[in-house]
């Protein structure tokens, strides 16, 4: 089945302490992105990838780390999370540029 | 820049009751439009999409219609469930814009049995 699998789905943190959430996409897609998703805020980009060992910043890197060793996965690091980046997460994945994204479950995350 | 605005919500209905959520776009160049469901607790699935002028996306009932003209992709469905109650997002992409999808607010859809 075509899917993008993150992991965890619900994690709760204390401030400073480093996290990643992973991100695996088994579609064979070239692009890959990371999304938060806030209240009255919508949908916003973190971070996208376009290939292995390319990646650009989005609407909101700030705080974010992302790598792309592999095709298949797009983990998301948090180095020194912050109350601040309490948010529903999505990662999602898309055959090329101007196509339709395909979205992981999300990952809910609290720092506390 | 790129934008979506879709009609603000929540909207409730009741069964069998005819959708429509209103969505129009601002975008350089030919975008792909997109309509995308969010179940509660869930992740996005995209509903439809459609990737030129006047072509319309269907899917479980649901359609909206690629119209360049009114810069619009209104979603409707006929005869709503209580199934079809979710968080509905109007989304686009273009070419120049890589993987970025630029998402409308979306609606939340509550249907009454």
């Known amino acids: 089945e075509a899917q993008v699998t993150q992991n965890p789905r619900y994690l709760i943190t204390v401030t400073g302490k480093k996290l990643t959430v992973t991100c695996s996409q088994n579609m064979n897609h070239e692009y890959m992105s990371w999304y938060r998703q806030d209240p009255g805020l919508g949908l916003r980009q973190i971070y996208y990838s376009m290939n292995v060992e390319v990646t650009d910043k989005g609407d909101v890197p700030e705080g974010y780390k992302v790598s792309r060793k592999e095709k298949r996965n797009f983990p998301l690091i948090l180095e020194s999370p912050s109350p601040n980046q309490t948010s529903l997460y999505f990662c999602?994945?898309?055959?090329?540029?101007?196509?339709?994204?395909?979205f992981g479950q999300g990952t809910r995350l609290t720092v506390v | 820049g790129n934008s979506v605005t879709q009609m603000e919500g929540p909207v409730t209905l009741s069964e069998e009751a005819f959708l429509t959520i209103n969505c129009t776009y601002t975008?350089?160049?030919?975008?792909?439009l997109f309509w995308y469901v969010q179940y509660p607790g869930e992740g996005l699935q995209l509903l439809l999409k459609a990737t030129k002028a006047d072509d319309k996306g269907s899917n479980k009932g649901f359609e909206a219609t690629y119209r360049k003209e009114t810069t619009s992709f209104h979603l409707e469905k006929g005869s709503v469930q209580v199934s079809d109650s979710a968080v509905y997002f109007c989304a686009l992409t273009t070419y120049s814009s890589a993987s970025k999808i630029i998402f409308g607010s979306g609606t939340r859809l509550s249907i009454r049995p």
């Open positions: 999602a994945s898309s055959r090329g540029r101007g196509t339709e994204a395909f």
């Open positions: 975008a350089t160049g030919y975008p792909s």
